[in-house]
């Protein structure tokens, strides 16, 4: 699809130093593909869980048991 845009070129400078992207093309393309996740992401914590029992998983890997200490050596 081609289109014409009128863009404020602070606004491209801006995106250009933040993606690291040149290409206008470019950069307009990942624009569109971060706000299409930033709505999926939206739109999936609106639905929130159908589970009401369920419970938050744990965010740490338990500490490991500590060694038995053995008789050789």
């Not at 307009?28 to 159908?50: C, T, Y």
């Not at 029992?53 to 965010?59: C, F, L, Q, V, Y």
């Amino acid at each position: 699809m081609r289109t014409t845009l009128v863009l404020a070129d602070d606004l491209v400078a801006d995106a250009r130093a933040a993606s690291g992207l040149d290409r206008i093309s470019d950069l307009i393309r990942e624009g569109l593909r971060a706000l299409i996740e930033r709505s999926a992401r939206s739109e999936l914590a609106a639905m929130g869980g159908s589970d009401r029992g369920a419970k938050a998983s744990p965010r740490r890997r338990p500490s490991p048991a500590p060694r038995k200490k053995t008789g050789s050596r």
